[in-house]
């Protein structure tokens, strides 16, 4: 057993570096683009300083869409775009236009929750002070959501490591892929076993980076 | 000055249409401290807050020393707001940032230096009395100190009117009172116009100059406070005011009087005059008195007094004819 272990540390350590590379893009660019968009789907709504029932509902239609459907269909959906994009649609980095595109909407709709979990005294104390929109929104939302974005791109990135498994489908690869390709097609148990306890691991101690930033900017 | 003209605002639901504010006009003076108590669903809330137009009035202008605030929007809004402070029955601080930073956001928001911005919070923090909290976050904070951040932030920009929703609403009665003591420090010192909505009548009276009283989004009843509390006119206000001036007898007390009951009321300098004394003296009749006290309405006295007169019947009207004549304010709750 050990043998095996030893033969497959190489792969491991490759996979696992693919994993990071891939989650570690689409998370960058979900931040990036969701922030904003979590942001935007807050300010329009109803009752708040940028109230624009078109823009809202246009925004949180498309936000519906893209997450009503399954990744594996995102993925292959995408594949014409991702070319256009990158120029391939393979390996990793191909893998993370999908799993951006995934991760844009889910991380928009945590944002907008956190956002929506502020207290709206302050915010009318922001405005009635004569605060533009801009320092409302960076210092007023998204400092005071600061903790709940936090876990919220904590649990995006624990999503984005298993959505990251189905990339292997289009030669992804990483931790999930690997566990796929030994554990299911070659019934390699201690591969698959090993996988899954680096996998997790690395979502325990994501977890608890997360819990623990999270706490630390928490000022309420 | 803060004009208010026609003012209405109608709040449009699916169903129904409500409406907050019914027309209301009012004029407030520079430097007055004003007052507007109503029960909740009055629609003070909605008054205040169409002051600085945190809601836009459905119709009517807000107009302060000359800007009709109704025109505006966006910049110049806003520009507008920097002049007009408000504060808040739950304090609305920024709860991720400390002491120090909630205050500098105001005068962020005025565009102001960063050297500028420190010396100023300092000034406003120590005015305030939290010099030594600036670098806590408002979580640390007692409610009182809170409001005193939430007036500190309000000031900041020398703001011409101070704008007060429920300020001490939340508040223990000792907090209360500190904190009105300060807002009086700072209209006094400073000379800034104060709106203030409260509920509380003990507010009006520790504090505002004048006073309006609102009812289903009307003006019912507008004065100086110590008039209003002297001779009310409406209902709603005799209730507001005798939850202040509570002269509630124990009703086997009257049950079992043999005289007369009357409350006296004196006003102003015949508060002090000797008036039971002399009645006494000239009237063959007995005087119990039952209740009474005296409140200084911006030091000015308001005397109550509750009496039994007990004798034959001509002399408790001859009494009553006597005490008429030298008071502001019989009422007979009682006949022999």
């Known amino acids: ?220 | 000055m803060i004009e208010i003209r026609s003012l209405r605002k109608e709040y449009i639901t699916k169903k129904s249409r409500v409406v907050g504010v019914d027309d209301v006009s009012l004029t407030i003076q520079k430097g007055e401290i004003f007052g507007i108590v109503g029960y909740s669903g009055a629609g003070k809330s909605s008054l205040i807050r169409s002051i600085n137009l945190l809601e836009r009035p459905t119709k009517g202008q807000v107009i302060i020393d000359g800007v009709d605030l109704t025109k505006l929007s966006g910049k110049a809004l806003r520009k507008q707001r920097l002049k007009i402070g408000m504060i808040f029955q739950h304090f609305s601080l920024i709860s991720s940032k400390t002491v120090f930073d909630n205050v500098a956001f105001a005068l962020k928001a005025a565009h102001q230096s960063p050297e500028a911005i420190r010396k100023r919070v300092l000034e406003l923090l120590e005015m305030v009395g939290l010099s030594d909290k600036k670098d806590v976050y408002p979580a640390q904070l007692s409610g009182g100190q809170k409001q005193r951040v939430g007036i500190a932030r309000a000031l900041a920009n020398n703001p011409t009117v101070l704008l007060c929703d429920e300020a001490t609403s939340a508040l223990d009665p000792t907090t209360t009172k500190a904190i009105l003591q300060l807002l009086k420090k700072i209209n006094k010192e400073f000379g800034i116009t104060i709106v203030l909505i409260t509920h509380e009548m003990e507010v009006v009276k520790e504090l505002c100059h004048r006073v309006a009283v609102m009812q289903d989004g009307r003006i019912i009843e507008e004065g100086d406070v110590y008039g209003v509390f002297a001779q009310p006119k409406q209902a709603l206000t005799k209730q507001f005011i005798e939850s202040v001036l509570d002269f509630e007898l124990p009703s086997h007390l009257i049950r079992e009087s043999k005289g007369s009951i009357i409350k006296i009321q004196f006003e102003g300098q015949l508060a002090s005059e000797a008036v039971l004394s002399d009645l006494l003296q000239e009237h063959p009749v007995k005087a119990n008195i039952l209740h009474g006290k005296i409140e200084y309405i911006q030091n000015i006295p308001l005397g109550i007094l509750i009496v039994e007169l007990t004798g034959n019947t001509n002399d408790i009207q001859a009494a009553l004819d006597y005490i008429n004549k030298r008071t502001s304010y019989v009422e007979v709750i009682h006949h022999a």
């Open chain 1, 1 to 220: 057993m050990l043998e095996s272990i030893t033969a497959i540390l190489p792969d491991l350590n490759k996979a696992f570096l693919e994993t990071v590379y891939m989650v570690g893009i689409s998370l960058a660019i979900a931040l990036i683009l969701g922030l904003p968009l979590g942001v935007l789907l807050f300010i329009t709504a109803k009752n708040l300083f940028f109230e624009n029932t078109f823009i809202n509902s246009l925004l949180g239609f498309i936000v519906n869409l893209v997450r009503s459907i399954p990744y594996i269909i995102l993925l292959v959906a995408l594949l014409p775009f991702t070319k256009l994009i990158t120029g391939t649609t393979i390996g990793p980095i191909a893998a993370s236009v999908s799993l951006s595109v995934a991760a844009i909407p889910f991380f928009a709709r945590i944002v907008e929750t956190s956002l929506r979990e502020i207290d709206k005294g302050i915010i009318e104390a922001a405005i009635a002070v004569g605060a533009s929109p801009w320092m409302i929104i960076k210092d007023v939302l998204l400092a005071e959501a600061k903790p709940g974005i936090i876990q919220g791109l904590t649990l995006t990135t624990i999503s984005l490591i298993g959505f990251s498994a189905m990339a292997g489908t289009i030669g992804g690869g990483g931790i999930g892929d690997l566990a796929i390709r030994f554990g299911y097609y070659r019934y390699d148990n201690t591969v698959m076993i090993l996988t899954i306890i680096v996998l997790i691991c690395l979502v325990q101690i994501i977890q608890i980076i997360g819990d623990k930033l999270s706490y630390l900017v928490d000022k309420r």
